[in-house]
């Protein structure tokens, strides 16, 4: 499956932005999809998953009550809302696909740049 992030850019802190992911080349619906971020000099760090009927979603501890994660299998599309961002957010945001049992994600979009001023 084949993944193209976009969305990303300028905001002040306080401010809301959501990032699409269009995926393409194989069933959307048979992949768990996922969103990570990496900042300059750190580890790529988890955001949130969503599973194969967006019935159940899961977040990391520093964006839970603010990101909201969620897809459409008819339009092969997933999105992330963020709500209340922080100079903190700012990462480079990847979007990623696996398939359900396997824990590794195999699949990445390019990214997209999200950067919150203070």
């Known amino acids: 499956v084949q993944l193209q992030a976009s969305g990303g850019g300028l905001v002040q802190a306080g401010g809301s932005l959501r990032l699409s992911c269009k995926a393409s080349g194989r069933t959307f619906s048979n992949y768990v999809m996922a969103w990570f971020r990496q900042a300059p000099g750190k580890e790529r760090d988890f955001v949130a998953a969503i599973t194969l009927s967006g019935g159940t979603t899961y977040y990391g501890d520093s964006v839970k009550g603010r990101f909201t994660i969620s897809r459409d299998n008819a339009k092969n599309t997933m999105w992330l809302q963020m709500n209340s961002l922080k100079p903190e957010d700012t990462a480079v945001y990847y979007c990623?696909?696996?398939?359900?049992?396997?824990?590794?994600?195999?699949?990445w979009g390019q990214g997209t740049q999200v950067t919150v001023s203070s």
């Open positions: 990623a696909a696996r398939r359900p049992g396997v824990s590794e994600y195999a699949f």
